[in-house]
């Protein structure tokens, strides 16, 4: 069974930028699609992006050209790189294997001056 543990999350001003990481043990993750989730607080939980197993990657429409997603096999790790960031991302992020996880416990992200 796959264990994952979200890191980098944290306070940053609307244009900054973070890398948010997912360390996973348990299983090697090289076979699996993976994905970043986000739910923002009174809302429903949605997929931001995600990256197959052969480094194919998609993006919701709202965050493409500002996030990227990327994975480190050797690692066992899948980041994701949040760049020119706005309020509307604040949320707790989720990594998952995709499509039916299992979930990391996820991480806060706050968007705020």
């Known amino acids: 069974q796959v264990q994952l543990v979200e890191s980098g999350g944290g306070l940053v001003q609307p244009g900054g930028s973070l890398r948010l990481s997912c360390a996973a043990s348990g299983s090697i993750i090289s076979i699996y699609g993976m994905a970043w989730d986000r739910q923002a607080p009174g809302k429903q939980r949605e997929l931001v992006a995600l990256?197959?197993?052969?480094?194919?990657?998609n993006y919701a429409d709202s965050v493409k050209g500002r996030f990227t997603i990327s994975r480190d096999n050797a690692k066992n790790t899948v980041y994701l790189q949040m760049n020119s960031l706005k309020p509307e991302d604040t949320a707790v992020y989720y990594c998952?294997?995709?499509?039916?996880?299992?979930w990391g416990q996820g991480i806060q992200v706050t968007v705020s001056s």
């Open positions: 990256i197959s197993s052969g480094g194919s990657t």
């Open positions: 998952r294997v995709f499509p039916a996880g299992p």
